[in-house]
């Protein structure tokens, strides 16, 4: 079973910057796609950032023109960046690394927590 590694979470003041990775423990074969997604207390995980195998990104309108989704190229490795800046309180939540592979493969990190003070 693969994991995915979550780190760079923390607290921070709004306006402040961030960078989350995500590192797979082993690698995964046809990534479909890799997305972060984010879940605040008592609300649904959303997406936050996806890129697909084409290099397509898509982004929550909430988070446009603040974050930027990457993926580290380097052959056999799946690596996953989410630089965050000017961030605000509305950011704090857990973030979650997603790999989807395959026809259903789905993997999930287990969250690293980011609170953003005002």
């Known amino acids: 079973q693969v994991q995915l590694v979550e780190s760079g979470g923390g607290l921070v003041q709004a306006g402040r910057s961030l960078r989350l990775s995500c590192v797979a423990s082993s690698y995964i074969f046809s990534v479909n796609a890799m997305g972060w997604y984010r879940q605040a207390p008592g609300k649904q995980r959303d997406l936050v950032a996806r890129?697909?195998?084409?290099?397509?990104?898509?982004?929550a309108d909430s988070v446009k023109g603040r974050f930027t989704i990457s993926r580290d190229n380097a052959k056999n490795t799946n690596t996953l960046y989410l630089q965050m800046n000017s961030l605000k309180p509305e950011d704090t939540a857990v973030y979650y690394c997603n790999v989807k592979f395959g026809w259903t493969g789905d993997y999930w990190g287990q969250g690293t927590q980011v609170t953003v003070s005002s």
């Open positions: 890129i697909t195998s084409s290099g397509i990104t898509t982004y």
